[in-house]
């Protein structure tokens, strides 16, 4: 689909609910391809976190902040979805994740590791693992995670995480406000 600016295209990966559109949701995650400098789109209420997947980085300059440089190796970066945010590109197009939660209604955690973990999305949350080369066994059933490929638990699943030598994966977690 379209960004919302018009100034590129994103896969999305998930939504909820799942009827939402992109200016009501409670929480979505997509994927994109940014193969220029620019603005990113605003998200009034949203707060997002920002990973950075593949590519040799981005330089994110949130407004009133220092600028943040993100590559495959750093932290995901956490910033409001309603300030103005630009990005500048290192070297070439990168793909990121993007995590957005309804601020006061949701909210989120992207961490990146590289351990086996045992994992169980708790009372109302939901759980979506991204990694390639990650082996998920989850309900009897076991899958392999290629490039891309996401594997999702709700709430009350349990899935062991095991990654191919040192596969980084990410963990989102996504849960409603008390």
């Known amino acids: 689909m379209p960004w919302k600016n018009g100034g590129g295209e994103t896969l999305e990966v998930a939504i909820s609910p799942a009827d939402a559109g ?3 949701f409670d929480w979505r995650i997509s994927m994109a391809v940014v193969a220029a400098d620019g603005a990113f789109s605003a998200f ?12 040799e980085g981005m330089t994110l300059a949130v ?4 600028p943040i440089l993100l590559t495959s190796d750093s932290a995901p970066c956490v910033f409001p979805g309603d300030v103005a945010t630009t990005a500048t ?25 590289t351990a086996p973990r045992a994992l169980h999305a ?13 082996a ?8 392999t995670l290629g490039l891309r490929d996401f ?8 899935a062991y995480v095991c990654p191919a030598s040192t596969a980084a994966w990410l963990l989102v977690t996504i849960r409603p406000v008390d």
């Open 63 to 66: 407004a009133g902040e220092s």
């Open 89 to 113: 590109l290192v070297g070439g197009p990168i793909t990121d994740l993007n995590v957005m939660t309804a601020r006061g209604r949701y909210t989120h955690v992207v961490a990146r590791s």
């Open 44 to 55: 009034p209420g949203a707060d997002r976190t920002l990973t950075l997947l593949d590519g």
């Open 22 to 24: 992109i200016a009501a």
């Open 122 to 134: 708790g009372p109302h949350e939901t759980l979506l693992i991204l990694g390639d080369g990650v």
């Open 136 to 143: 998920v066994e989850a309900a009897a059933e076991s899958v």
């Open 151 to 158: 594997a999702m638990l709700e709430s009350g699943e349990t």
